[in-house]
């Protein structure tokens, strides 16, 4: 089909190409960051979401604007206007990554802010300019992550969580079993700061022209007022927003500056792809991995639910997808973009199995993002070659397996429960009482066998061996700079890194088109609008997939995110 319709699109493109070549193209295109973005674009959901809420700009959307805004020789520059939200670190890093493409190629860029925050800040620091509006700010920069603890809040309740798990590194129930964080925890948080301190430091050594020493103290003297920024060169001006028109102009012209909608009505467009031929697969495990089927929030969330109220990569969904892919003679390589915490550990086992199958038939890339963790890692394992950005959160290898015992819960509330049961363990998952001596030997040895099956696959793919590969496992969390050291990532990079390397595994040119291969939409009946209830039900949803698991290959939630 893609040949039949080719003739006509090429006519378009060059009609099209003639009208947007007459027109005057802006000398800036910008803009506003005020939310944080995927890498890739939102899957496709239901008919009548694009009515109720707006499409989520990615970071893949974004890179080929920049794109497009550099082939245009009209154009000088962009403007990035930085809004304060949590975002990862991984994804600042993605931005500076494109903003340092589009300067390499002759393009100016320039950070604008009300105010900037340690993201925002870090960000600035790739472009060539940064700019603060009058009587802004820039707010204490650097890194922090709070931990909450509930067991004894729990205990006030009658209820108790009793987990099992592969090493006190293991802590992604910390929060509902202990009282405070524990020595091995505070030392897992510290140097995954520390790792991203020294990013921080380093990109303002970089564009503040200064040493190391003097970037760490331009950092820890903050926050700055308007002036104080000015003075010790933290920004380079201070401007309203109004005037960037007369700063970006020559001596007789201000700078015309439009929005990407205004602007891409007038940017030159390269010719289109026959759409034919071999080609480079991305398919994606996003989200909490479950035993069932792929899914997403219906509405955006009133508050965010870890883990449970995160975005769904089932096995049901990603398993027939890999094995589609696999078989597809046109897919000459693939690139698995992962970026999940993990989840149920079975569902993350039948995942890498069908992936090792892609990796058996054609060169299989992994492109990490934020997080790659956990069972996030073990789908991570068959890969040639696995690529992270320095800020990327993975490792986490272990498991862990528990409940909550409720029995007090309901002593309190004078409800009386009466169990019959036939077979001697069948209430060890129980929730009345905790596990007894004989149910939590059954348990570790449950685990520990999840355990060493997990040891076996990352050495069988980092051609390590089991004691190589236990000191750095065991539940430890490390930053992709850090597990680069550690032999867990080939390469620090991101999603266009991978793709390239993809290629170059399958002895493709640099043109070959890279596409994402989605699963085929479930089909949906007939329903209301998404509403609260809507949102309530996916999570009770989540809750019930995840307690389902017999073992849980799951990450920790830390550090936080910069704003």
Known sequence: MGLIFFPFRYVWWLLSSLRRSIGRAPDYVIFVLESSLPTLPDPPGPFWQR???????????????FDAIGRDPRTKGVILHLRPVPMSMATLQDLRELVSKLRAGGKRVIAWAPFYTTGTYYLACACDEIL?????????????????????????????????????????????????????????????????????????????????????????????????????????????????????????ARARIATWDQARRRLRTPSPATGRGKYVAIVRVEGTIVDGRSGQLPIKPPIDLPLVGDARAGDLTVVPLARQIAADKRVAAAVLYVNSRGGSATAS????QAIELIAKRKPLVIAMGPVAGSGG????????WIVARPGTLTGSIGVLTGKLVTGGLFSKLLVNRETVAFGQHVTLEGDDDPFTDEE????????????????????????????????????????????????????????????????SLAGLADGVPAREVRAPRRPVPPQAMPSAAAWIGYVLEGVGLLSRAPALAVMEFLPSDPE
Do not use: C
Not at 53 to 65: A, D, H, I, M
Not at 172 to 178: E, G, M
Not at 349 to 352: D, L, W
Not at 377 to 384: E, F, I, K, S
């Open 132 to 252: 603060l509006m009058p009587a802004g700010l820039v707010r204490p920069l650097g890194f922090s992550s709070t931990g909450v603890f509930l067991a004894d809040a729990l205990a006030r309740l009658g209820i108790k969580a009793d987990f099992i798990q592969i090493s006190p590194y293991k802590s992604a129930a910390d929060p509902l079993t202990k009282s405070e964080m524990s020595a091995e925890v505070r030392e897992q948080v510290t140097w995954l700061l520390d790792s991203n301190h020294k990013e921080l430091v380093s990109a303002v050594a970089e564009s503040r022209r200064v040493e190391p020493d003097a970037a760490a103290e331009l950092v820890d003297a903050s926050p700055y007022t308007d002036a104080a920024a000015l003075e010790k060169h933290v920004v380079d001006g201070l401007l309203p927003e109004e005037e960037l028109p007369n700063r970006l102009g020559g001596r007789d």
């Open 51 to 65: 009515f109720v809420s707006q499409p989520t700009l990615s970071v893949k959307e974004l890179g080929e604007r």
């Open 349 to 352: 086992e039948a995942m890498r």
């Open 440 to 503: 939590r030997k059954i348990v570790e040895g449950e685990i520990d066998r999840v355990y060493e099956l997990f040891l076996e696959a990352v050495g069988s793919s980092r051609k390590m061996t089991r004691d190589e590969v236990h000191p750095i496992a065991a539940g430890r969390v490390w930053t992709g700079s850090q597990a680069l050291q550690r032999k867990l990532v080939d390469e620090l990079g991101g999603l266009d890194a991978a793709v390239r390397k993809a290629r």
């Open 377 to 384: 890692y073990l789908v991570a394992t068959p890969g040639h």
